[in-house]
């Protein structure tokens, strides 16, 4: 994100463009997976087939002993949740203190993204010694007060607030590390000697003793992250015009949006209720067929409106 808003938007309309270019990569797709979800939850509900796991009749459990206009705030909250992930009592009341829940389960994890995009061109734009004295702050604050004193405990916000921590490690990569590497001519090799040994830092990793631990920045493994945040840049650097990793990068947002739905639909069809390898792999081969299949007819049309209609405005920031 600090790459993409240092290098693609001028300041002057870059918080606008942002915005408009992370709504259109991210709420179509999950608008059309929750539709999907709905329907197929509803035929579930009215038609008496699958598992009993269905959640409008979870939610109707839960909310039958309420009086009536608590049960309209709840409903309320219910469908602002599913339809915008942002509007919603999640961030202040503690999850699972309400009944009822995203339909599209694993879309909590954008209820803590989008809110990631809303503060990115803010904190981009710092300069570095204010940036240095945020990040002071925000360790002193959010792991020296909050989490210790448990203040909005196992909310939305806390989630967010203790993961801000490795959005800031992405924006000291860049700012510290890769933008230095573009003005440096760095040979093959050592890009490639760093990935080669990052991927194997990671499959010997059980392997290796933990030295140094934060436990107040709920942080195990000190050396990791720092691995992390300095062979990022180089691998990127490595990787950026490559076919299959662009690839990848494109697939990530519908395997992600697309596996649970998957998942569900098996969980609800009589002959795959026994667990198997077969079953496991049979979704996993699922998925990623759904996943191309909506890259290429779905995503890759949308992208290209998007680069049409916001190129223009990209062009005219910049005049």
């Not at 890759?300 to 062009?315: E, F, Q, T, V």
């Amino acid at each position: 994100m600090a790459m993409i808003l240092d290098g693609k938007y001028d300041p002057a309309r870059e918080k606008l463009l942002f915005y408009s270019n992370r709504f259109l990569r991210i709420f179509p797709l999950y608008w059309l997976m929750l539709s999907l979800f709905i329907l197929l939850t509803s035929i579930k509900y009215f038609f008496h087939i699958g598992s009993d796991d269905n959640a409008i009749t979870l939610y109707l459990h839960n909310t039958s002993s309420m009086p009536l206009w608590v049960f309209i705030g709840s409903l309320v909250n219910f469908i602002m949740r599913n339809i915008t992930l942002l509007l919603a009592v999640d961030y202040v009341v503690p999850i699972n203190a309400y009944p009822g829940y995203l339909f599209v389960q694993q879309a909590w994890t954008l209820q803590i993204e989008l809110l990631f995009y809303l503060l990115a061109p803010f904190i981009v734009r710092l300069s570095n010694k204010v940036f240095f004295v945020f990040c002071l702050m925000y360790l002193l604050v959010v792991f020296g007060v909050f989490i210790p004193f448990h203040f909005l405990a196992s909310t939305l916000t806390i989630l967010l607030l203790s993961d801000l921590l490795f959005f800031l490690l992405g924006i000291i990569g860049y700012r510290f590390i890769y933008k230095h590497l573009q003005e440096m001519n760095v040979p093959i090799f050592i890009l490639y000697g760093i990935f080669i040994c990052f991927i194997l830092y990671l499959l010997l990793y059980n392997f290796i003793p933990i030295i140094f631990s934060f436990p107040f920045l709920q942080i195990s493994d000190v050396f990791y992250f720092i691995v992390l945040v300095f062979s990022i840049p180089f691998i990127f650097l490595l990787t950026q015009k490559n076919r299959f990793d662009r690839m990848i990068g494109q697939l990530s947002y519908p395997i992600y949006i697309t596996h649970f739905l998957i998942i569900k639909i098996f969980d609800n069809v009589h002959i795959f209720y026994i667990n198997s390898n077969a079953k496991v792999i049979a979704i996993i081969c699922l998925t990623l067929f759904t996943s191309i299949f909506i890259m290429r007819y779905f995503e890759n049309p949308l992208d290209s409106y998007r680069h049409k209609h916001l190129k223009p405005l990209l062009n005219l920031s910049k005049r």
